[in-house]
DNA sequence: CATCCGGTCATGTGATCACAAATCCTGGCG
DNA sequence: CGCCAGGATTTGTGATCACATGACCGGATG
């Protein structure tokens, strides 16, 4: 019970097995949990100055969302995907997040434009720092922000939880890129979303969200 | 402690938590909790005769899936959905489920079809007994049946998510519905598995699963 | 008669404990 | 040297309890 001290983000209602997911989250989302290893409860919960019970509602509620693996006994590690498993995902975030750029398009004014190429120079930064957990930050900072355009919190939801399921093996990919180009792709929806173009920016979507798990799995 | 019998399903390994899970998933998803009534993990736990603690899991594991809703003091109720979130619900089904039977399409078999065929007739069945929760469940059955064969578990477990969170709107849905019309799109369905058609086969999908959730938004 | 205030009650949260099962380590046997 | 058995330890599960908070219902007051 020393963490007692506000983190000076949570104004008022910070339930303890919330801010437990929450942390865990964001960090299997941005690939900071190498896939296959193990997590306990009781380690969980001495880390987070709290007993097992918010630790095990933060691993159920994640486990839920396939962020975690559940062995039969219990066990819980984060999952290590099958090439077949990476695929469908891959697949997946194309099918949704074709659909979001598409939606937020019509609600595409300059300053968010603007937006997306502030962020867009950030991940150029990473690039070249060859930070890969601020890469897939910045990243999905940059898809998120676009996509948030679409007034479609559910399918946003679901982009996320995809997110979220290729986290940890994203981590992975990345530390076998072995170039450090700025993302091209993200500039051609940037360039698409100006001109108004759907199926470029369709097309641009989708290439974006492949390319990078196309190597991984082939 | 009522219930104490086993379902005759459960073979050995039944943690209590997952068995409120199942129970409720289920119910959940074949409406047959009506909008916007509140749960009290006491209950839950009493109905099952177990203690808070596994109520409690399977409760945010449900909410985690979208099928219940936690109040911000924590109050849990199976959630009211808005028309502009139905809609997204609608076009979420459209987006997976046309996939879904697309992937599924080269290895539908005549003994599918034949299998798609008998649940139809059930589905017809229901429907001419107005039998709402018989309704929704023979048609999950059929829609599960064909993308059972798509291959693709990640992009199947999103598809029930969705049907988990429609499943106490369907209901209300049935109840406006006054025609006893057997399926329609499910015997375009079918007819295009058997031509080998996936044009006709997106469309026919489309249409199943957008037509009923129409006029409940409309 | 409406409104606001009071207390009582129900409900979620989180800690602790007992228990069972799985895991791991170790020592002995082939 | 490899393998297996057995016990110690770790780990998840579920029950119980104390506590804080929000809901609900009552009556008193304007």
């Known amino acids: 019970m020393n963490q007692t001290a506000r983190p000076a983000q949570e104004p008022a209602s910070a339930p303890a097995h919330d801010r437990v997911y929450r942390t865990l989250r964001t960090r299997i989302m941005h690939g900071e949990i190498t896939p296959g290893v193990a997590l306990t409860l009781r380690g969980i919960g001495g880390e987070f100055g709290v007993s097992m019970t918010p630790a095990r509602e933060a691993v159920r509620r994640l486990a839920a969302e396939g962020a975690l693996f559940l062995s039969s006994s219990g066990r819980v590690t984060t999952p290590e995907l099958t090439n077949e498993r990476i695929e469908e995902l891959a697949a997946l975030r194309a099918l949704l997040e074709v659909e979001l750029a598409s939606r937020a398009l019509p609600r595409a004014h300059m300053a968010l434009i603007d937006r997306l190429q502030t962020i867009n120079s950030n991940v150029a930064e990473m690039v070249s720092k060859r930070d890969a957990v601020g890469y897939i930050r910045t990243n999905l900072e940059f898809h998120r922000t ?53 199926p470029g920016l369709r097309l641009a979507v989708r290439s974006d969200v492949t390319q990078g798990l196309r190597l991984l799995a082939g």
Chains 1, 2 share one sequence.
């Open 146 to 198: 676009l996509y948030l355009r679409a007034q479609a919190p559910a399918m946003l939801a679901m982009a996320e939880t995809v997110w979220l399921q290729l986290g940890p093996t994203m981590r992975a990919l990345y530390g076998r890129l072995r170039r450090t180009d700025p993302p091209q792709n993200h500039r051609l929806i940037i360039a698409a979303l100006k001109a108004g173009d759907e």
